[in-house]
């Protein structure tokens, strides 16, 4: 139903600050992808989590972000076009590869974000742990079948 030439994702966890959404929105237009990275955390736990996961999703993607996880804006025939199997966490990085593997142009820009001190994480869980799995699976899978071509 979108007829708009671009496509974001808004968090429901109210995470992203208006700073960090002015700054994302205001770089639309030179690049095909327009995301973000984390310029400060203060949580130590949310950093490790975060580099980690960057540093597997570079590692098994042959590409480099400094974070794959953030909600870009992407222009909204790719959303339409490329579906990650993955839906949910880690489909963003999934999506991402994908983009970067088509050729799509990224811009990255740092931001903080809101951190929510009364809630505790729930980054950690089962559930997590195999959809962040099994979007890394898919994004070697993809890496291999694409070095075989």
């Known amino acids: 139903m979108a007829k708009g030439r671009y496509y974001k994702l808004v968090s429901g966890s109210n995470i992203e600050t208006k700073g960090g959404m002015v700054a994302l929105l205001n770089t639309i237009g030179k690049a095909d992808i327009v995301t973000f990275y984390l310029n400060e955390t203060t949580k130590l736990s949310r950093r490790i989590i975060s580099r980690l996961h960057t540093s597997f999703v570079s590692l098994l993607s042959g590409h480099c972000l400094k974070y794959y996880?953030?909600?870009?804006?992407?222009?909204?025939?790719?959303?339409?076009?490329?579906?990650?199997?993955?839906?949910?966490?880690?489909?963003?990085?999934?999506?991402?590869?994908?983009?970067?593997?088509?050729?799509?142009?990224?811009?990255?820009?740092?931001?903080?974000?809101?951190?929510?001190?009364?809630?505790?994480?729930?980054?950690?869980?089962?559930?997590?742990?195999?959809?962040?799995?099994?979007?890394?699976?898919?994004?070697?899978?993809?890496?291999?079948?694409?070095?075989?071509k």
Request: with cysteine; proline share 2%; hydrophobic share 45%.
């Open 69 to 148: 996880n953030g909600s870009a804006v992407f222009l909204r025939e790719d959303v339409m076009r490329w579906h990650p199997n993955n839906d949910r966490n880690g489909f963003l990085a999934i999506f991402m590869v994908i983009l970067l593997n088509e050729g799509k142009s990224c811009i990255e820009i740092p931001v903080s974000l809101n951190e929510h001190k009364d809630n505790a994480s729930k980054a950690i869980s089962m559930r997590n742990f195999l959809s962040v799995s099994q979007c890394l699976m898919n994004i070697l899978l993809n890496r291999i079948q694409k070095t075989v």
